[in-house]
């Protein structure tokens, strides 16, 4: 199979930094998204990795690593704004997108 | 603007009446893909295009159709809804013929009683 594993849930508190894993199954590897959705809301782009290593995009980073089939989406500054679900999905092959099942993430005060 | 649409919203409907969801795309991508979301499960893929009248099956596509005549629309057909298809429903694009960073609509409820 193609799993995506994330974890459930997780918590943290404003002004911190929280790390998101996610695994999955190596065979056909072709890249690595993360998504950010607020609740109701259409899920949107955060980051792309394909080459191992980090990626930083101002607050958010993402980390991956082919060999160890692993990827984290990193989070610094946390705001109550970054209260959402964090979706991980895979490119296998060229053609195919699997999507793990989300971490939601919340921040307190 | 650059966006995705989808219509309707929201949808009451009875099983095996049938439903399109329509999508649409104004930003001349060649990739629009179907997905639905449930709760545990996460987003599933329906189907794919890759470009006009190009289409192939995700992970979950019995009980649906598409068609993509256009570049622009990728309208989702629910022939005979069944309650097991009440669901969250989203159509993305991305620009690319392979699925790369995507554009995700608004999202159509559709409830099946």
């Known amino acids: 199979g193609q799993n995506i594993d994330q974890p459930t849930e997780m918590t943290a508190t404003e002004g911190a930094i929280v790390q998101i894993n996610c695994t999955y199954q190596?065979?056909?590897?072709?890249?690595l998204f993360w998504y950010q959705q607020h609740a109701g809301e259409a899920p949107t782009f955060l980051s792309y990795n394909v080459l191992d290593g980090l990626e930083e995009k101002g607050r958010f980073s993402s980390f991956l690593s082919r060999s160890k089939g692993y990827s984290y989406l990193l989070l610094k500054e946390l705001q109550m704004k970054d209260s959402a679900s964090y979706l991980c999905a895979v490119r296998f092959n060229t053609d195919k997108l699997i999507f793990g099942t989300g971490t939601r993430l919340q921040v307190f005060p | 603007e650059a966006q995705v649409t989808q219509n309707p919203r929201y949808l009451i409907t009875v099983t095996g009446k049938k439903l399109t969801v329509t999508c649409s795309q104004n930003?001349?991508?060649?990739?629009m893909s179907w997905y639905r979301q449930d709760p545990g499960l996460g987003l599933r893929q329906i189907y794919y295009?890759?470009?006009?009248?190009?289409?192939d099956k995700g992970d979950v596509p019995e009980g649906y159709k598409v068609s993509r005549k256009e570049k622009r629309n990728f309208p989702l057909i629910l022939e005979s809804p069944s309650p097991n298809q009440t669901s969250l429903y989203f159509c993305?694009?991305?620009?690319?013929?392979?699925?790369?960073?995507?554009?995700f609509g608004p999202g159509t409820r559709l409830t099946v009683t």
């Open positions: 190596t065979s056909g590897f072709n890249g």
């Open positions: 993305a694009s991305s620009s690319s013929p392979i699925p790369d960073e995507q554009y």
């Open positions: 930003m001349n991508h060649e990739y």
């Open positions: 295009s890759m470009n006009v009248e190009v289409t």
